[in-house]
């Protein structure tokens, strides 16, 4: 395992570690991902969105939400095939190649 050092000012730092909170992830793994993204596309361009602080939801709309989505998978009756969406899966990927 590598250990790296990136210099921010302290302005971009803050800004930073301030929407990554909001997003409930660390440095560290928006770091890792960013990387891996980058090394999965072959490519540096890829879009990290969040919601200005005006626009980000509250506790109770995000509690709200899940339980939405929550509801929708209790009342599934279809049964997911994983080798069929794993095959899915890959084959996209490969197309993408």
């Known amino acids: 395992m590598k250990t790296i ?17 909001e997003k409930g992830q660390s ?4 770091y890792e991902s960013y990387t891996k993204t980058a090394l999965r596309y072959r490519s540096r361009t890829f879009v990290v ?4 602080n005006n626009e980000a939801l509250t506790k109770r709309e995000k509690m709200e939400a899940f339980q939405r989505l929550e509801k ?10 994983y080798e069929k969406e794993r095959a ?10």
């Open 88 to 97: 899915l899966a890959l084959e996209e990927k490969l197309e993408r190649s």
């Open 27 to 30: 440095p560290q793994s928006f």
């Open 72 to 81: 929708i998978r209790l009342s599934s009756t279809g049964n997911l095939d």
């Open 49 to 52: 969105c969040a919601p200005l």
């Open 5 to 21: 050092s990136i210099c921010l000012e302290d302005s971009v730092y803050d800004k930073l570690i301030k929407m990554l909170k």
